[in-house]
């Protein structure tokens, strides 16, 4: 792990114990989000929601997560057509050298 998950991690545990949750529920969603950019995420969620159940912490951490996963099926969605454009348009070798 490096310096700045660490940070990140922090954070939204610090965030989720001032909510009075316990701070394994900050834990397993930092580990369940995976990047400090998702952390932060959360983290600013919890100060301007500041949401009242633990149900409702764990949505938005799961809201969180499928629009990761929408965007990195975009991305390859993206990658797969730019090949497949690059095949129509220059042959299964791949583009001829000028």
Partial sequence: MNAEWTQAKN???AAIR???FPEELGVQIARQLGSPKAM????????NEKPKSAEIVVDEM???CSDIERWREKKA???????????LNYGIGGRESD
């Fill in 11 to 13: 954070e939204l545990v």
């Fill in 18 to 20: 001032e909510l009075g």
């Fill in 40 to 47: 932060y995420r959360m983290t600013a969620y919890l100060h």
């Fill in 62 to 64: 799961l809201a969180i």
């Fill in 77 to 87: 969605a993206e990658e797969a057509n730019a090949k497949y454009n690059e095949i």
